[in-house]
């Protein structure tokens, strides 16, 4: 609400927290687990209201995700975004969750591919 009025002074605190188990926490990559998000943070992620304007101006692009997302809906990102551009390339990753991508196989096979194709 106070960015509505064009204050941002307080963007920095924190606006939302994530319940870690103790095993995560205490493990050897503990440290680096992110425990909060600022509100700054959160409305980056959030698209803007424009958001088909925004994909439509994309360059030739490769989506990936994973059928097993728990964050999004992957199965709709393509038809969302080819009704506005034709410059997309879309890859599912079966059995994948959210987090998983990055380190699935299929992830660096496709991006392989797709930079191949650029040239």
Request: glycine residues 6%; hydrophobic residues 50%.
């Amino acid at each position: 609400m106070l960015n509505m009025l064009g204050i941002k002074t307080l963007d920095y605190l924190t606006a939302m927290e994530f319940a870690f188990p103790k095993l995560v926490l205490d493990g050897p990559l503990g440290a680096t687990a992110t425990r909060a998000y600022s509100y700054r943070m959160v409305a980056a992620f959030a698209p803007r209201a424009k958001y088909l304007v925004d994909i439509a101006k994309l360059p030739r692009f490769l989506l990936i995700a994973g059928s097993k997302d728990e964050a999004f809906v992957a199965e709709a990102y393509q038809p969302l975004m080819s009704s506005v551009t034709d410059k997309g390339q879309y890859q599912l990753i079966q059995s994948v969750s959210h987090l998983d991508i990055v380190n699935a196989p299929e992830t660096a096979i496709a991006i392989t591919g797709f930079l191949a194709s650029l040239k």
